[in-house]
Structures are given as C-alpha cells and as structure tokens.
C-alpha cells in the first residue's frame, strides 16, 4: 500500500508554494477522463505547446491528447496505430496505443506523477527542502525531472551514460542535476548504488520507479483504462480482446495488464525483454540496445503472480525496424511494397525501440496462440523515433546508408520470418521462480523484507488490489490541495 500519511507543516509549505507558482494538480480520474476537466483550464491549454514547461501541462498527463505540438486539446480516444496484417504477417488486429503525445513524448511522465503526487499531497516530500531524485534508464527521469519542474521543486536525474544523447541534450535543461552512471541500459545496480549514495543527504527523496507503488497505480487505472476504451471503440462484432503486451522497464506498464485481466478474463498477458538480457526467462543478464527495458532484475512492482507469458525479442530486430520506419527508402518500400497509406506510415514514426519490440511481442503471442482476425492483442508506445534520431544516422553510418531492397530483406527476416522461439507459457511453478529472483534485488540488497516479498506473492488482496484502489483516496488528497492553494478559483 502506499503511505498518505499527512505530515501537515510541510504540506502546509507545499500548498503555499503551489499557490505562488499557480500550480492545480490533476487527479487519477481527471487524467483518465479528460473531458471532465475544468472548462478555463481546457480553455488555456489552447496557448500552451506540448512540451512547455507549464503546470497546466500537468493536465496533459493522459492518453487522450490531441496528436497536436501546440494548442492541443482532447479527444475520446487515445492515439493509436493500428498495424496492418500487410506489415505483420499475423491475421489479428495489433493495436498500439502511443506515448508520443504526452509532454515529454513518453508516458513516463504519468509513472513519475504516480510516485511524486503522494508524497507531494501528503507533505512526505516537502518542496521547500527536498531534492526529488528520479534514478532511471532514461525517460522516467525526464517525465520526474519535468514534473518536478512544473511543480516547482528540484530535481536530480540519475540515467546510464551510454543513453541517447537526445535525452542528454533535453534533460541539461530542465533537471537541477543530471548524474551519468556506468553502463548501458541493462546496468540498474549501478543506477540503485548511485541512489544510495545520494540517500545519505537527507534533503534527497528517491523515487525509485522499480518499487514505488504510485508506478503501477497510475498505468493501472489510467492506461489500463485507456486500452479498454481504445478496444471498447474500435472493435467490430465478434471481435476478442486476446492479448496484451508489455515489455518491462520498471513493469510499471505491465499493471495496465491487470486490469484489462480482470475486465476481459480471457486476455493472456505477457511480458517481453530483450533476448540479449534473458532475466524472466533463463535468469540471464547482459547488456542490449532496447532502450528503457529489461534491467537484469525482476521489479519489485511486476505483479509476476499474474502474467502468462514471457517473450524474449532480439534487439537486433527492434534496430533494424527502426530503419525501415523511419528513412525514406523504408517509407517507400512500405508504400510501394505493401501498399500502406500515407497516414499510417507517418504513425510508424510513433514507435520508438521498445515500441517495435512491443509490436513484435505481439506477433509473436499471435503466431504462439495462433490467433485469428476476430482477435484483438494491445500494447503500448512507450515513446517514439523522436528520441532516436540519433540512432537511426549510427545504424546508417554502421550499416551504409538505407535502400528498397534492404527494407524488403528486413521486413522479411525481422518481421514475417519471427517464430515463438524464446517464449514461455508461464505455469505456476514458472512464475514462482521469477517472482523468487526479486529476493536477491529488493532483500539482499535494497532492504525489503521477506514478509513483504511473500505477500507479493500470497496477499493479492491486501497488496495488488489495495494499490490499485488507492486511487480515489489520492484524488481526495488531490482535490483537497487543490481547495487549500485556491488557484484554481483565480486562474
Ligand atoms: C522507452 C521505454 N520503453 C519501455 C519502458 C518500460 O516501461 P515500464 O517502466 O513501465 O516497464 C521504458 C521505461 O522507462 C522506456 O523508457
């Protein structure tokens, strides 16, 4: 559960410096229907750009942006790409619901909400004293750093040096520190020794995506939600919601999978990471080119009990997609070759590396269950090319520059030639063995107990499903905060 005990002096402090920097905060629900925010606020986010460091973009934490950089407001369904049978090779529809439209242009932004709002509400983090700190493997301590900033409080952004220089370039900008640790995507113990070097200075509040429960919260009831309402619109008679993919960052996105569980008993849930860092499946470890994901650890917020199948993708895949997405040699091949419309090319560019090993989960659940065209399998855009360019000119320096007949040969060997290789159908005994492996993180070394592991594992009532009820309790609090500060009265 997460703690919203009130420490009332620094909530007291926190509420007049919302009042000084104009500062409304958003509640679960507002995020999760849009259309009921107050009308005024709507009204000014017609003269605010996407990426503005503006506190009322803390209203445009949601999935249901108008795919607009500037003025935007919002719509009943979230941005979507839907990818053909054509570019799949599967019958089933794919429908990929995509992050580019949040500030930030990653809904990483709504998992560090998740965690920063309780403490902020409840006075835990007082904004007068605390640093926030965001460790991270890149967008979540973008999304903290730029939250942090609209809410007027500093923040220290903690990512692996080998990251995109994009993310670099952004965050010198909007963090108050940025340290670089050792490594590459893969290396988390350096991020978590990094962390509790930086706890000793008491002014330091860690907000470590991988074990705070506001993570699985927010992706819970607000991409959850959204992925129900995405299905809900456009699905045609007879058609099942299957299958829902996620590869696993923090596992925060997998708790989306929660909740289309319980609302569509029959959907199979997986979760993927890079074959080049085989932790779920084979306890591996290793260094990979997925930006975002797969840790060599099991978070502690991966509700492991309830997932049903891991799915490994070789990042040498997820790379070679990106060319072809995303140069014009690609695009014309997808035109010509396959016959795909202009529209939905350009929403090709809304796959960001995890977004296209996301996808490929996907085929690869649709290949293992043989899944028809009346089936439905969902997943998630975590971000987009946009943070990738950078990469894209490495590949072509790396390989020579892009052609037709290279995009057809990656088509063919990187998507329609996938098999269900390094893939399994989790059993019981199968999940009980990940879940174990998040001893040797979170109580040999980070200072959980096993009391707490076990009700992980034995206790969903009291853990899983408590968290995720949390939701309107925090809205109370927010609601509140909001009362106290008076801004919105005033705006
Ligand atoms: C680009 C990218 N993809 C995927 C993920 C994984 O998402 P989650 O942390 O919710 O598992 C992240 C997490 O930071 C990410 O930045």
Redesign the pocket.
């Known amino acids: 559960m997460i703690d919203l005990t009130i420490h009332q002096a620094a909530l007291e402090r926190n509420i007049q410096k919302a009042r000084e920097n104009k500062v409304v905060i958003p509640t679960i629900a507002q995020m999760e229907h849009p259309e009921t925010i107050p009308e005024k606020i709507q009204a000014k986010l017609k003269h605010v750009g996407l990426w503005d460091v503006d506190p009322l973009n803390l209203f445009r934490i949601t999935w249901k942006n108008e795919a607009k950089a500037f003025g935007g407001g919002y719509q009943a369904v979230p941005n979507y790409v839907e990818l053909p049978s054509s570019l799949t090779g599967v019958p089933c529809r794919i429908l990929a619901m995509a992050g580019k439209w949040f500030p930030t242009g990653?809904h990483?932004v709504g998992?560090s909400f998740g965690c920063l709002a309780p403490r902020l509400v409840t006075g835990q983090f007082d904004a007068t004293y605390h640093h926030a700190v965001w460790p991270?493997?890149?967008?979540?301590c973008r999304g903290g750093a730029f939250n942090s900033k609209l809410l007027a409080c500093d923040s220290v952004a903690i990512l692996p040096a080998e990251m995109s220089r994009e993310r670099f370039e952004w965050l010198s900008q909007i963090a108050g520190q940025v340290i670089a640790t050792p490594g590459c995507e893969s290396n988390v113990k350096e991020i978590f020794d990094k962390t509790w070097e930086l706890r000793q200075d008491p002014a330091m509040m860690i907000f470590n995506?991988f074990e705070e429960m506001g993570n699985p919260l927010w992706?819970y009831n607000v991409t959850g939600n959204a992925l129900a309402e995405l299905f809900e619109a456009v699905k045609r008679p007879g058609d099942n919601f299957a299958g829902a993919c996620?590869?696993?960052?923090?596992?925060?996105?997998?708790s989306a999978g929660d909740l289309l569980k319980e609302k569509y008993p029959q959907l199979k849930l997986a979760v993927g990471e890079a074959l080049q860092c085989p932790t779920i499946l084979e306890n591996g470890f290793g260094g990979h080119r997925i930006?975002?994901?797969g840790d060599k650890h099991i978070p502690w917020i991966h509700n492991v009990k309830n997932t049903d199948m891991a799915i490994a993708i070789d990042d040498e895949d997820s790379q070679r997609l990106l060319r072809l997405f995303n140069t014009p040699e690609g695009q014309q091949y997808l035109k010509e070759a396959l016959g795909l419309d202009t529209a939905l090319i350009e929403k090709l560019t809304w796959l960001?590396i995890?977004g296209i090993a996301n996808v490929l989960c996907c085929i690869k659940m649709a290949k293992y269950y043989e899944l028809t065209e009346h089936d439905v399998v969902a997943t998630v855009l975590?971000?987009s090319a946009d943070m990738y360019r950078s990469r894209i000119q490495e590949l072509n320096d790396l390989h020579g520059a892009y052609s037709l007949e290279e995009a057809r040969l990656d088509h063919a060997l990187h998507i329609l030639a996938l098999k269900t290789d390094s893939l399994l159908e989790l059993r019981y005994t199968d999940r009980k063995r990940i879940h174990n492996l998040k001893y040797y993180t979170w109580v040999e070394q980070q200072g959980r107990t096993v009391e707490e592991l076990n009700a992980l594992w034995y206790d969903t009532a009291g853990t899983w499903d408590a968290v995720h009820a949390q939701a309107a309790e925090l809205d109370a609090l927010i609601d509140a905060f909001n009362e106290a500060t008076g801004v919105l009265k005033t705006l």
């Open positions: 990653c990483k998992a991270s493997t890149g967008n979540y995506q992706h996620f590869t696993s960052g923090s596992a925060g996105t997998l930006e975002g994901i960001g995890s975590t971000d």
